[in-house]
């Protein structure tokens, strides 16, 4: 089974680029446009992994890792923040 990557970026060009190379990689990946459907996306599949652009309308990235944490079902998901800056 593939490991499963959340892919939460508001920018359309960025999220696809992403995507694509994860694709290749052999990822299953989930994508949200911004935060809030972030995490209900996170706590709905339990991604093995969250990639999250900082910068965000609705809810930034720091908003999704305070949420995530709160959660004790998915707080030890590994998180990296993605920065077009």
């Known amino acids: ?8 970026e508001d920018n359309k ?4 680029s992403t995507l694509e190379i ?4 052999d990822y299953e990946v989930i994508e949200a446009d ?5 995490v209900e996306l996170a706590l709905q599949h339990r991604p093995d992994l969250i990639i999250c652009d900082i910068m965000m309308p609705v809810l930034d ?3 999704v890792l305070h ?10 998901t590994p998180f990296i923040f993605l ?3």
């Open 1 to 8: 089974m593939n490991k499963v990557i959340l892919l939460i």
């Open 13 to 16: 060009d960025i999220r696809e």
């Open 22 to 25: 994860l694709a290749l990689a």
């Open 34 to 38: 911004n935060g809030k459907k972030g």
């Open 61 to 63: 990235g720091y908003g």
């Open 67 to 76: 949420l995530l944490n709160k959660n004790p079902e998915i707080t030890g």
């Open 83 to 85: 920065a077009a800056k």
